[in-house]
Nanobody, 122 residues
Framework: QVQLVESGGGLVHAGDSLRLSCAAS????????LGWFRQAPGKEREFVAT????????YYADSVKGRFTISRDNAKNAMYLQMNSLKPEDTAVYSC???????????????WGQGTQVTVSS
């Protein structure tokens, strides 16, 4: 059974940084595009960033562009999200996902992790 496990969330102050990790198992990791999504209480799931299988193509939501960086290490079956200059509106559960294409729509991703909570206080 495919597993995606996120880690690195926590409680930080506005302006701080966090690095999220996503570890995959039982998945041919290097052939999948990967994405980060987030969901705040009472809101719909929101696209954050995505990266192609090779790491050569990345896309970001406008709300995080210039502050967040997505990356992957296929040798370690891992993906990362470096989050800088965090804002209270970044507070959400962040989930990683694997799919066939590096796109922004959650329905295109077949595998999902359980998520990790990120809370940014003002």
């Amino acid at each position: 059974q495919v597993q995606l496990v996120e880690s690195g969330g926590g409680l930080v102050h506005a302006g701080d940084s966090l690095r999220l990790s996503c570890a995959a198992s039982r998945l041919p990791f290097s052939v999948y595009a990967l994405g980060w999504f987030r969901q705040a209480p009472g809101k719909e799931r929101e696209f954050v960033a995505t990266i192609s299988w090779s790491g050569g193509t990345t896309y970001y939501a406008d709300s995080v562009k210039g502050r967040f960086t997505i990356s992957r290490d296929n040798a370690k079956n891992a993906m990362y999200l470096q989050m800088n200059s965090l804002k209270p509106e970044d507070t959400a559960v962040y989930s990683c996902a694997a799919g066939n294409r590096a796109v922004t729509t959650p329905d295109s991703y077949a595998y999902w992790g359980q998520g990790t909570q990120v809370t940014v206080s003002s």
